[in-house]
């Protein structure tokens, strides 16, 4: 059984006219922690130009796998993906890149995986896209529609790192975690009492005309949704304005900067 994504999905490139664009596909993979770059026919390589644009990802130039067909590159593999423009005469199966990443990621654990890339000028012939088992087009602007290579590489590479995420964790990758929890709910109604007294002892409040002010204020924390922390600090600053006024004995002219409603 494969073990994991990065050792069994591989990214091929058919006939590849510029050296640096096979380095920057290495750099894409290598970014998104993959690893197997397979390569078809290339017209130049090994090259300087793709070590340079690789950067640090010249290990996958040095294990790249280089064929002279198509045929070869995917031969043992259960699962092909062509990149298409989708302008073809007889329709293909077609997937979506975040469709191409989970599908891709879903099949590697049973047998290897191949995406596939045709040339920077003409991309995949027919024959070759009917190699495959499913088309997958990248939804770019359609009145500048054409990608360089390496960026088609990066977009699909990273649609296979996100559901290799997903996979790991269990679900959607989310970045919600916080380091404290959010204030409760009868929290933030002692914070508003204590804002409000603050901003009428202020005199940015006028409490015979107080429009919708706290109203607003209270919407735009809602959004912003304050740590049990934050809110401390927060109440912490309206002491320190109340403490101030009462030191100096004054407050603002009533109601002189309230938001009308």
């Given at each position: ?20 664009n ?19 026919a ?32 995917v ?34 654990v ?8 045709g ?15 499913f088309h ?22 990273y ?22 929890p ?36 209270r ?5 912003v949704r ?36």
């Open positions: 059984m494969v073990k994991s994504a990065p050792d069994s999905i591989r990214f091929v490139l058919v006939n590849s006219a510029h050296p640096g096979i380095g920057g596909a290495a750099r894409a993979l290598k970014n998104m922690g993959l690893k197997q770059l397979y390569l078809v290339p017209r130049e390589f090994p090259a300087a130009n793709a070590i340079w644009r690789a950067a640090g990802a010249a290990d996958l130039l040095d294990t790249a796998v280089v064929v002279e067909t198509l045929e070869e590159a031969a043992d593999c259960g699962l092909v993906v062509a990149t298409s423009a989708r302008e073809r005469r007889i329709p293909w199966p077609m997937l979506t890149p975040r469709e191409c990443g989970a599908r891709a990621v879903a099949e590697a049973v047998h290897p995986v191949a995406v596939v890339f040339r920077e000028d003409r991309g995949l012939t027919n024959e070759e896209l009917q190699l495959c088992n997958v087009h990248i939804p770019s602007n359609p009145d500048y529609s054409s990608l360089n290579l390496a960026a088609a590489v990066q977009v699909l590479a649609e296979v790192r996100m559901a290799a995420l997903e996979k790991e964790q269990g679900g959607q990758l989310s970045y919600a975690e916080w380091d404290r959010p204030a409760k709910s009868s929290d933030m109604e002692l914070y508003f009492d204590h804002l409000q007294r603050a901003l009428t002892e202020l005199g940015f409040i006028d409490p015979d005309n107080p429009r919708q002010t706290m109203a607003r204020l919407r735009l924390f809602s959004r304050p740590d049990d922390m934050e809110l401390g600090i927060l109440r912490g600053m309206l002491t320190a304005i109340q403490n101030h006024i009462h030191r100096s004995g004054g407050r603002g002219r009533p109601g002189g900067d309230a938001v009308d409603g």
